[in-house]
C-alpha cells in the first residue's frame, strides 16, 4: 500500500479534536464554495464519484474529498496526498490565495 500524507481545509475558527472515532471537528461556518473552486482549478482535479455527501476528486498524487453537511455546506475539505511535491504547493497556494478564507491542519504538526 502506498504511503500518503493527510491535510484538512477547515474554516477559520474550527476547533479541532482528535477522538476514538478520529479528528473530529466543530466548526463556527461552512467552507466557501469559492474554496472548493480554487483548490479543483489550481489543482486541475477531477470528479472521480459522489456518494452520501461526499465528493471525490484526483489527480496523480493527489485525492481530494468535500465533505458535506445536510444542508449541502461545505464542513470540511481532506487531501491524500500521495506525491510529496502536491504538500509544497497546497502550503504555497493556501498561502498566497486562502489563508484568509480557510486553515490548513496537517495532523500531527
Known sequence: MARYSVAF???IGTDVSFSE???EFKSPAPLSLNVKSEFISKFNLELIECYSGVEKFSVDGLEFLVFYNDL???EHIYFK???KSFLVK???YWSDNLRNYCYLFF???
Do not use: V
Open 9 to 11: 481545509a477547515l474554516p
Open 21 to 23: 472515532d478520529g479528528w
Open 72 to 74: 449541502h455546506a461545505i
Open 81 to 83: 496526498i500521495y506525491d
Open 90 to 92: 497546497l502550503r504555497e
Open 107 to 109: 495532523p500531527g504538526e
